[in-house]
């Protein structure tokens, strides 16, 4: 098994665009990834996506996005695990890479959701739920997370306020990130004023989707020599899997797919939450935050809303986390999320961060959430 | 780089299974496979499917499945790749075990077609082709074959009347598997007569769709010791994609992603088509049977249906073909294909295929096809 390095990057900005289609945003992002790798072509090519059938009436997205960008013939498929399809579509790359099967592989995660109606992303996006035990009783995939916000708050005692800190974080880093859709300043005022959308999730509780694309090439790190510039490798990765169904799961508040891939990504990496520099989470509602502090051991359970409110999450706090505005902020194009969380990771990694860049960041984590905790995939960077 | 065997199969029969939703049909497979592999669990799962969302309003596949089995909190993802996706299911199983990174996986091909209606199924089909440049024109997946079939018969001389071999070869081994879908003997007669579906192709030319499920379960050849029993290794394994568009290919009558894959997995393999047994090709429509015959090598360009006509495709023949039925009469649940491919060739090499076996069976291949030939992926199985 060898190890893997990320050697290019390429991602478009989260917005809506009308002037693209999704074989354009996903040639994007891998045309800028192989531009930043200094290469002309791969051996295969990962498409992580969740929604391109419902959305786009268009499958084997493998295939179309290997030709539209120029790499026709190459082996690609596409990798689907609801909203941790990007973080997928990256693991099978290394995976692949690893094996030594290939030599090179890009993951591109793409989503192209604006074009819809919103109600029929909202039915698109409940196919992450369970169609014949949740979804048939009408519940929809914001209503499900806040059942489990309502749940926990009663449970371990907060109050919908003590969330703010993980909402205005996402925003202000935001602000000086050029590929963010939401790049605009909140405060606690502005998120308690904020329109409902299932009690006790607000607008500000919430990302929102967009059209977007983002794209890592791995190659053996082996083949890499050190010329100055620094090597990014991914130490750890791991994947798990839960009840879709939350009423399924022994305690709905815990996030044992998070658990298990955190624990086994800490231990090939061989660290722990401690040197953990900074940690991308799905932060697709501001209460996903908080289970993925806790179930991965960066906070005591019940307790993830106190790292926020202490502070301890902005860019200058011990454990900085959605460093480019997350979920909430750098926008939630479901497909195309894990990958950006990873292209970000490797910005702060590189030193290229600019504004957003955390001080002298050596070691990384990325989490991505399938389902309503069902999917869950992590991943530690490492710069080397 | 680990080889890697398979130990444990599962299919079920193919058919409309009103009873059955489309988790109950993968179980039933995967725990099929984990029985006839004397194992309880796997460290992933990969299933591969096409339409589960469009149909079922089911994403989030991987997770589910694993659930429903008893897998919980195992890695699953939903691999996509069109009519392909059964095979890049086995392929993502086979590299994951290769690299080290998991010791046993399994693959499990399922699709829930007949609850839809035709004119959704036909839709839901189309989303293999390119949305934007064929099926906006108001071509079906089945229509784009019948414009190759016919370019195919004018460009080398040949007569509907001479690909019947193809379908009635099928239909005959599906006969007495009772796995299939279509057990009816058929003839030139009723070949000639059956019903035009889009000129030139008719409804024994077409396979039909099904609900089914198939699973292979695999682990390191190092593990296992040679008991009496056969392992059954996979020799061969690649990947090819082509343009979606068949307008955008040089020669719309070669299959460019057949040619490499199988060139990839004979070197792999180190064998040529000579030394194949038997040979699961994917025949969705008899034109691809041609097709695929001519790009591995097996016929000269454009002599595809002489192989047939000889009667060299028969069980008894020089190079048997679809022989449980193929995708013609064992049916063709399309994510499920590759699989039960797959599954047969599996049986073949145990010498467990009861009255279809191929005598002396050693070495087998199969070749699963996404859209109109732009996902190809090819496996070589060996006996050892």
């Known amino acids: 098994m060898r190890e893997v390095a990320i050697v290019g990057i390429g991602m478009t900005p989260v917005d809506e665009h009308w ?27 990962f498409v992580g996506n969740m ?25 690609a498929i596409k990798v689907e695990a609801a909203c941790s399809s990007g973080a997928a579509a990256v693991r099978q790359a290394l995976i692949a890479v690893a094996s030594g099967y290939i030599d090179s592989a890009i993951a591109v995660g793409v989503e192209k959701m604006t074009e819809a109606r919103g109600s029929e992303v909202t039915a698109a996006l409940a ?63 502005d998120y308690a004023k904020a329109k409902m959308i299932a009690y006790p999730i607000n607008l500000l509780d919430a990302s929102p989707i967009g059209d977007g694309a983002a794209a890592v090439l791995l190659v053996p790190r082996e083949t890499l ?16 899997t839960d009840s879709i169904a ?35 989470l799905h932060d697709a509602f501001s209460i996903m935050s908080a289970l993925s502090l806790e179930a991965c051991g960066f ?23 959605t460093t480019m505005g997350g979920l909430k902020a750098r926008g939630h194009p479901v497909g195309a999320t894990g990958v950006y969380q990873i292209v970000e990771a490797v910005l ?34 490492v710069r080397e």
């Open 348 to 381: 702060q990694l590189r030193g290229a961060a600019g504004e957003n860049q955390v001080p002298d960041a050596k070691i990384g984590m990325t989490q991505n959430i399938g389902g309503s905790g069902s999917n869950i995939i992590t991943h530690i960077l």
């Open 225 to 240: 020599r050190k010329n100055g510039k620094p090597i990014i490798k991914i130490a750890g990765s791991a994947a798990a």
């Open 246 to 280: 939350i009423h399924d799961r022994k305690d709905p508040l815990w996030l044992r797919a998070a658990e298990i891939s955190a624990k086994k990504a800490f231990s090939q990496a061989g660290v722990g939450p401690k040197e953990i520099d900074f940690f991308e």
């Open 299 to 321: 906070a005591q359970r019940g307790q993830g809303p106190r790292l926020a409110l202490e502070g301890q999450i902005t860019l200058k706090g011990k454990l900085p986390i």
């Open 19 to 45: 002037d693209k289609s999704i074989r354009e945003l996903a040639a994007e992002a891998v045309l800028l990834a192989l531009e930043d790798a200094q290469r002309e072509s791969v051996d295969a090519l």
């Open 127 to 189: 196919t992450a739920a369970d169609a014949d035990y949740e979804v048939a009783h009408g519940v929809s995939f914001v209503a499900l997370n806040a059942l489990i916000m309502q749940r926990y708050m009663h449970e371990y005692g907060w109050q919908h306020a003590h969330f703010a800190p993980f909402s205005i974080n996402a925003h202000a880093n935001a602000l000086t990130n050029p590929y963010a859709r939401l790049r605009e300043k909140i405060d606690e005022q």
């Open 51 to 75: 929604l391109s059938g419902l959305i786009s009436q268009q499958e084997n997205l493998g295939a179309l996005v290997a030709d539209w960008t120029g790499l026709r013939y190459t082996e």
